[in-house]
């Protein structure tokens, strides 16, 4: 009678339970495709959507951003040409509101970009103008202000 070494009754179970593997998944050979599986398909999971409430005003204008479709209860970054200006959270179902002041801010084309992760990032634009008008944010809108430009408020002294 031969004696099987260790090596050769671990290669025997390893193929019969590839095997059995195999056998349990013939109740699904009929079933069609879904859907093909790709990278692209599984990176875009969240496409995510930035809204503004004008695109278009005067420096000094506060605009009103809301970013949604977005990782629920995540922390967001809030970037201004590729520069962050701060961050924010997502909500229960993956929304995000803030504010950009534009309070000393040159004429120019800003593009601002909300992102999540390197999946979830969504971008629009706001244009300053010197003849638009004054843009201001909805009465109940809440979310963090951040501010485009450095501005620096000084208090006045007076010499008597």
């Known amino acids: 009678m031969q004696r099987f070494s260790r090596e050769q009754v671990t290669r025997v179970l390893l193929t019969v339970a590839i095997l059995l593997s195999g056998v349990a998944m013939v ?53 201004v040409n590729g520069e962050p200006l701060g961050t924010v959270m997502t909500n229960d179902e993956g929304v995000a509101t803030f504010m950009i002041d534009t309070t000393g801010a040159a004429v120019g084309q800003y593009n601002v970009t909300l992102e999540v992760d390197i999946n979830a990032s969504a971008t629009t634009s706001i244009e300053l103008v010197a003849d638009g008008p004054v843009i201001t944010p909805p009465f109940d809108f809440e979310g963090p202000t951040f501010y485009l430009a450095k501005v620096l408020y000084l208090p006045i002294i007076f010499k008597e």
Do not use: C, H, K, M
């Open 27 to 79: 109740p699904f050979i009929e079933l069609p495709a879904q859907a093909d599986i790709t990278w692209q398909s599984l990176a875009g999971v969240y496409e995510p959507e930035l809204r503004v409430n004008a695109p278009v005003g005067r420096p000094g204008s506060v605009f009103a951003f809301t970013g949604s479709n977005y990782p629920p209860n995540s922390l967001a970054t809030v970037y």
